[in-house]
């Protein structure tokens, strides 16, 4: 089982920028077990949705409202996945969950939320 913990949240202004952090831990049996690492969002009323995810090999997808707004970068020796979010804008206020996917088992961290506010 894999342990994520995120740090990085916060309140942020418009037009600001935050950088999200989610370490894996726990029964790794090497950087490349973990395939897929990701940041998921939920805003209040909605559903879950994939926002930035990176694959061992650096394969990277991005949710279209991100693109251009958004990075997301993995450091596979320390099993560390970040998203730097600039240009926030209040749509973008949710819960950031991070999610890591090994061949048999997916894991998800506990959240950290972003709020964008002036």
């Known amino acids: 089982q894999v342990q994520l913990v995120e740090s990085g949240g916060g309140l942020v202004q418009p037009g600001g920028s935050l950088r999200l952090s989610c370490a894996a831990s726990?029964?790794?049996?090497?950087?490349?077990?973990?395939?897929?690492m990701g940041w998921f969002r939920q805003a209040p009323g909605k559903q879950r949705g994939l926002v930035a995810s990176?694959?061992?090999?650096?394969?990277?997808t991005y949710a279209d409202s991100v693109k251009g707004r958004f990075t997301i970068s993995r450091d596979n020796a320390k099993n560390t996945v970040y998203l730097q979010i600039n240009s926030l804008k209040p749509e973008d206020t949710a819960v950031y969950y991070c999610?890591?996917?090994?061949?048999?088992?997916?894991?998800w961290g506990q959240g950290t939320q972003v709020t964008v506010s002036s």
């Open positions: 726990g029964t790794i049996s090497s950087s490349s077990s973990i395939w897929f």
């Open positions: 999610n890591a996917r090994q061949t048999d088992a997916s894991s």
């Open positions: 990176i694959t061992f090999g650096g394969t990277t």
